[in-house]
């Protein structure tokens, strides 16, 4: 079964800064993999997915994400937070059926002015 | 821009009370899912939908729980006998194929509070 692991709970970063969250995959085959955002009190909104195309996914927002098989790692990145970019941030797979997405843990951001 | 709609956003019930929360999927996607979020924990499947039936579900998703398409634009999640444990945000989400290359849309949720 494929799963994911995101390898932080909170990450705080100043205002301008790169942004890193880490996540890593687990799957026998090659994956479809996708970021999912979800801001205070709001649904969940796809920020990129990663569908055996490019490598390297850009999303909304200036997010970017780059599949490495050898490290068996999606991280999502973005050059300069804003202070609208803190939000919980979810890693997420299909299951093994494909007919269901497995979330991870999700990463909290906090941007500090 | 087109969006899954939820109601109710918050309510509030007694143990063993039935509930319905009801989603209004985007019209033109065949896919729907209910998707549950206890406090602190992670986003969990329930159950997909599709052609007028469940297609998968998860282990969450026992007798106590079913979904209905009673209409063409309604798709509802029922709990028969609300547990404290049921406590949890509530996601519907739709899509217009299944997850090899599409996303999905989500609701903002229903959050159901169980007294």
């Known amino acids: 079964a494929q799963s994911v692991t995101q390898l932080d709970s909170h990450v705080s970063v100043s205002e301008g800064t790169p942004v890193l969250l880490r996540c890593n995959y687990s799957s026998s085959y090659s994956p479809s993999l996708f970021w999912y955002v979800q801001h205070p009190n709001k649904g969940l909104q796809l920020l990129l997915k990663?569908?055996?195309?490019?490598?390297l996914v850009k999303g909304i927002n200036g997010f970017e994400a780059e599949f490495k098989k050898s490290e068996t790692s999606f991280h999502l990145t973005k050059p300069s937070a804003h202070m609208s970019d803190a939000a919980e941030y979810f890693c997420?797979?299909?299951?093994?059926?494909?007919?269901?997405?497995?979330f991870g843990s999700g990463t909290r951001l906090q941007v500090q002015p | 821009e087109p969006e899954v709609t939820q109601t109710p956003s918050h309510q509030v019930t007694q143990m063993g009370q039935e509930v319905i929360l009801r989603c209004v999927p985007i019209s033109n996607h065949l896919y729907f899912y209910w998707y549950r979020q206890i406090l602190g924990q992670k986003v969990e499947f329930l159950v997909s939908?599709?052609?007028?039936?469940?297609?998968?579900k998860s282990e969450i998703f026992d007798d106590q729980f079913s979904v209905e398409r009673p209409d063409g634009s309604n798709f509802t999640l029922k709990i028969r006998s609300t547990k404290l444990e049921d406590s949890a945000m509530y996601f519907c989400?739709?899509?217009?194929?299944?997850?090899?290359?599409?996303?999905?849309?989500f609701g903002e949720g229903s959050r159901l509070t169980v007294l």
């Open positions: 990663y569908t055996s195309a490019a490598t």
């Open positions: 997420v797979a299909p299951n093994t059926g494909r007919r269901a997405l497995t």
């Open positions: 989400a739709s899509s217009v194929t299944n997850l090899n290359t599409g996303e999905l849309f």
């Open positions: 939908f599709y052609n007028n039936e469940i297609s998968e």
